[in-house]
């Protein structure tokens, strides 16, 4: 069983249009972050949201953590094309010494000029 | 702003042979990670590092793979003998404190040929 699941798997809008990713996990969590992907490039951070926290705002980005349901969504609003990207959702349980990274397959975002 | 950085970029070697990624965290953090993703999968996490020693690892990070620190500022993966499968864009990445905010490199795309 994979502890970050994100969905959709794709998603294709138009500029000015929001987009929404969805990530679910299965264990109690510290803290879920969310990273951006550009094609073949490194991994950059986005917002971190810890358990006790419901929803986070940076810019244009807000993320909601829902711990009853274990998901969280990533909303991105008035889409640009700069955008373009995937998005992954990474957990940090709340066991464990060291607190690495557990990571879903990621949605991937398209943005229509 | 400091940001980890990760050399080479790129790097092509035989089936068998040895290679060495290269990290240098950012300066003050103290908690240190690989990862790898192979390409069209999921992030997976290799290995963490933390007081100059493992803390963890994964069932990925075989005899075949080994972490330095040799100093205060880089942090080294080591493939004694690599093997095809090892094939994947490989990052480092550097925390304040376990659990928090994951800073990661650009990444070494590795090619076993």
């Known amino acids: 069983s994979q502890q970050g699941e994100e969905d959709p798997q794709a998603l294709s809008i138009q500029e000015g249009e929001n987009a929404t990713m969805n990530c679910s996990y299965k264990t109690s969590i510290n803290n879920l972050q969310w990273y951006r992907q550009n094609s073949g490039r490194g991994l950059v951070h986005l917002i971190l949201?810890?358990?006790n926290e419901r929803e986070k705002h940076s810019g244009r980005l807000r993320v909601t953590l829902d711990t009853s349901k274990k998901s969280s969504s990533l909303l991105i609003t008035a889409s640009r094309a700069a955008d373009t990207a995937s998005y992954f959702c990474a957990t940090v349980l709340d066991a464990g010494n060291n607190r690495k990274l557990i990571w879903g397959l990621g949605t991937s975002l398209a943005v229509n000029p | 702003e400091p940001e980890v950085t990760q050399t080479p970029s790129h790097q092509v070697t035989q089936m068998g042979q040895e290679v060495i990624l290269r990290c240098v965290p950012i300066?003050?953090?103290?908690?240190f990670y690989w990862y790898r993703q192979i390409l069209g999968q999921k992030v997976e996490f290799l290995v963490s590092f933390y007081n100059n020693e493992i803390s963890e690892k994964s069932e990925i990070f075989d005899d075949q793979f080994s972490v330095e620190r040799p100093d205060g500022s880089n942090f080294t993966l080591k493939i004694r003998s690599t093997k095809l499968e090892d094939s994947a864009m490989y990052f480092c990445?550097?925390?304040?404190?376990?659990?928090?905010?994951?800073?990661f490199g650009p990444g070494t795309r590795l090619l076993v040929l």
């Open positions: 949201i810890r358990s």
């Open positions: 990445a550097s925390a304040l404190d376990r659990g928090e905010t994951q800073y």
């Open positions: 300066s003050n953090h103290l908690y």
